[in-house]
């Protein structure tokens, strides 16, 4: 496909399959698919959308809120098989295997939420195990659903919120078919489990997609409430409309088997629990507001 060239514009949007030349950019938060075939010769970029760029796992985009920065990878649209097949070690019943498609794109964090953002966002650091790189620990729903908020507020371009089951399983299988990201079965030098307390985040090697520790280390809080899965809703599923228990996933560092940091694994708690294995991921909605100047 011939790509379109642009010369020497003011613009707030990306187009696909474009070539821009001499541009100037004005990006608020960005549909990934829209760079899709794009490249950018002595091109800048201003706004909220500054910090960005590709690698060997894909597009990448970063904010930075009171000197911390946040890398998050945009998860491109696709379909997969969630849940785990009846053979796989460790299975349980409420993993049954369907197709799901995710329709839309996402932004989601590289890494869990770490404490020295928590800290800067809700001036407190509730963590039992201290360290600004180590994940946020202790924190429950509620508490993270507090956080999101008063980030959203502070920082306008932003649309923070929770993964769902499907999204986060999406991204943590990056691709693959195998109980774990890294293949059918893991070790300790792969995985923060069977241990003592939490490891930096970026501690372990990342996943197809650039996702950190989405495996073990902590617990990670979902959007769904818990329930069975519906498998008649297969794209961009959202779980049951109400319940008692907030989804989790992942598995954490002091699970004596791996079977429970799969990742098909699901578990939940009351939302307002506080547990120091427990932290959370955020994710980031796409917004293309798309104008030219």
């Avoid at 970063?62 to 649209?77: C, D, E, G, H, S």
């Avoid at 964090?109 to 953002?117: G, N, R």
């Avoid at 950190?212 to 329930?227: A, F, L, T």
């Amino acid at each position: 496909m011939s790509k379109r060239i642009v010369k020497s514009k003011s613009l707030k949007e990306v187009e696909a399959n474009t070539k821009y030349m001499g541009c100037t950019f004005y990006l608020d938060c960005v549909d990934g698919e829209n760079f899709t075939g794009t490249e950018f010769d002595n091109c800048s970029f201003r706004g909220w959308f500054r910090d960005w760029g590709r690698d060997e796992y894909g597009l990448w985009m970063a904010f930075t809120y009171k000197n911390v920065r946040q890398l998050m990878r945009w998860i491109r649209p696709g379909t997969f098989m969630m849940g785990s097949p009846e053979t796989e070690e460790g299975r349980n019943e409420d993993e049954v295997q369907h197709q799901v498609t995710i329709s839309k794109g996402f932004w989601l964090a590289e890494t869990t939420c770490t404490q020295e953002l928590w800290e800067a966002v809700m001036e407190n650091n509730p963590s039992e195990f201290k360290g600004d790189k180590k994940p946020v620990d202790s924190v429950s729903w509620d508490d993270c659903n507090a956080f999101v908020k008063k980030l959203n507020e502070e920082v306008l371009e932003l649309e923070l919120c929770f993964p769902t089951e499907a999204q986060w399983e999406y991204a943590c299988r990056a691709g693959t078919t195998t109980a774990f990201s890294f293949g059918e079965s893991i070790t300790t030098n792969q995985v923060n489990y069977d241990g003592e307390t939490t490891v930096e985040v970026k501690s372990f090697g990342c996943n197809n997609w650039g996702l950190y520790e989405m495996h073990g280390n902590v617990w990670e809080w979902c959007n769904d409430w818990y329930d069975k899965y519906d498998i008649s809703m297969t794209t961009d599923p959202v779980g049951a409309i109400s319940g008692s228990y907030r989804g989790l996933r992942g598995g954490y560092w002091g699970l004596d088997s791996s079977g429970s940091v799969r990742s098909a694994y699901r578990f939940s708690f009351v939302p307002d629990y506080h547990g120091d294995n427990i932290g959370f991921r955020f994710c980031l909605r796409s917004q293309n507001k798309a104008a030219e100047l």
